[in-house]
């Protein structure tokens, strides 16, 4: 019998709620440095401020993405964008998958490269781990009319780190996504000047998504982030 047969239960549940290994112990350093007050710098500070939900995380085509779309169909006054992606690249079949199965179509969302995303006074940018917000920090530079928070602290319990889920198994997908889906929610609650008066179909097309999108400030000319 094999050594790791004992350990494949627990594997599997890692791998369901978490990703990977390395996606468990990054959840529990994270939640160690928000029971440790390290993580203040990325709550959420003057909510009557915010004027856009920008969703960002490294490729803008499976979480930040998701965001977007929950988002949009909630109403809200919305953008996504990656870190480290290449402007104009679609969402892999595995995202598209697990958005249809929480209800959403993903099919005409694209791709934007932070440093083809306009930045506007009054943007709340929504990051996914730690270090996406940290380092976003430090491309927005001294700039005090934006703020960068973690989404995943809307989730009902906490979560400063929500993992990305790209190649990973679908079960850890619907995972991920659930998360995303529920913080989204709790976001809406927290900036209720965001949401419009008629939620946005999101599935509807291509052409109401780039609507959306043009409407929430996303440029589709290179600009900059400070």
């Known amino acids: 019998m094999s050594w790791r047969r004992p350990f494949a239960p627990l594997a599997e549940a890692i791998n369901r709620r978490h990703g990977t290994w390395r996606g468990l112990v990054r959840a529990w350093l994270a939640r160690i440095e928000l029971a ?3 993580l203040s710098g990325f709550r959420l ?18 979480r930040s993405a998701f965001a977007e779309q929950v988002a949009a169909r909630l109403g809200m006054t919305v953008a996504s964008a990656g ?15 697990a958005a249809r199965r929480h209800g959403y179509d993903m099919s005409a969302h694209r791709a934007t490269d932070l440093t083809d995303f306009e930045v506007q006074p009054g943007d709340l940018f929504l990051v996914m781990e730690v270090r996406q917000a940290r380092e976003l920090r430090r ?15 809307w989730c009902t319990r906490p979560m400063p780190h929500l993992h ?6 679908d079960a850890y997908f619907d995972q991920c ?48 982030v400070a």
Request: net charge positive; glycine share 8%.
């Open 36 to 38: 440790c007050g390290r």
């Open 45 to 62: 500070r003057h909510p009557h401020k915010v004027r856009r939900a920008v969703f960002i995380c490294l490729g803008n085509i499976c």
């Open 83 to 97: 870190l480290s992606t290449h402007t104009g690249s679609a969402s892999p079949d595995s995202a598209l998958r």
């Open 139 to 153: 491309r927005l530079g001294p700039r005090t009319d934006v703020e960068v928070v973690l989404l995943g602290l």
């Open 164 to 169: 990305d889920p790209f190649t990973l198994s």
């Open 177 to 224: 996504f659930a998360r995303v889906r529920q913080a989204v929610r709790g976001l809406q609650r927290a900036v209720p000047q965001l949401t419009r008066r008629e939620p946005v179909d999101v599935a509807a097309g291509a052409n109401d998504l780039a609507a959306i999108r043009r409407t929430a400030g996303v440029s589709d000319r290179s600009g900059s």
